[in-house]
């Protein structure tokens, strides 16, 4: 895939930056920003970096953020920000959440919007569901945009529950959902590795969870199968 990704907002102390809570927006989008793409990029993708440092105000960020997307032809485009508003300081035990947004309710990015959010919620947050708006970004962008809230900054619960290598890892996920590439096997000159053909015949499998109510696991599993994934329980 090519894939533009930008962290929303201009950089902590200049003007029209993000959120502040125990969690700073314009921060912590640029950490799991430079997560995501190097991510991708390992697994052979082509990312552009089309985030705005320098901004003079809200209108003049996004119109640049905007500009850099559509220099580039790409399959998608992901804005990825923080939410605010919940208010939580003392902690309730509970998060306010994930949400992504896009501009129509059909296509590859409500597709990815659905299976990040899914992935996201899978880390422990409340899934507050892919939802449509007309953001500039959404709307200005040439090619298919989703806008990504990980998680509210003003919430104690989110702030404690989020790390910015799981939250990268999540978008990822969500991102290739069925499209993860495997890698070819090797060339060789004919002759056989009997170690290498041994490695070859192990499984490797990615766990997402381990629970010791049922319920959960059940609930976790039918959020993996929802963002089109395939995958089953078993009982240690």
């Given at each position: 895939m090519r894939i533009n990704v930008h962290a929303?907002?201009?950089?902590?102390?200049k003007a029209a930056c993000g959120a502040i809570g125990f969690l700073r927006e314009s921060t912590e989008n640029r950490k799991v920003k430079d997560a995501v793409i190097d991510k991708l990029r390992k697994l052979g993708h082509t990312v552009y970096d089309c985030t705005c440092d320098n901004g003079t105000n809200s209108a003049d960020n996004l119109a640049k953020i905007v500009a850099a997307c559509n220099a580039h032809e790409v399959d998608l485009d992901v804005s990825i920000h923080f939410n605010a508003g919940a208010k939580d300081v003392i902690g309730n035990g509970q998060t306010t959440g994930v949400e992504v947004y896009t501009y129509k309710d059909s296509g590859i990015a409500r597709e990815c919007a659905e299976r990040v959010c899914n992935a996201i919620a899978g880390l422990g947050f409340k899934n507050r569901g892919a939802k449509i708006n007309?953001?500039?970004v959404l709307r200005n962008t040439k090619a298919p945009a989703m806008l990504i809230e990980?998680?509210?900054?003003?919430?104690k619960d989110d702030a404690e529950l989020y790390d910015c290598q799981k939250m990268a890892d999540a978008i990822v996920f969500g991102i290739i959902g069925r499209q993860m590439e495997t890698e070819k096997e090797p060339e060789t000159d004919g002759t056989v590795n009997n170690a290498a053909a041994e490695e070859n015949k192990k499984l490797y499998r990615v766990?997402?969870?381990a629970?010791?109510?049922k319920e959960n696991a059940d609930a976790m599993l039918k959020q993996l199968k929802k963002a089109g994934f395939d995958a089953m329980i078993v009982s240690a």
């Open positions: 929303g907002h201009n950089p902590d102390g007309n953001f500039y990980c998680c509210f900054v003003d919430d766990q997402v969870g629970y010791t109510v």
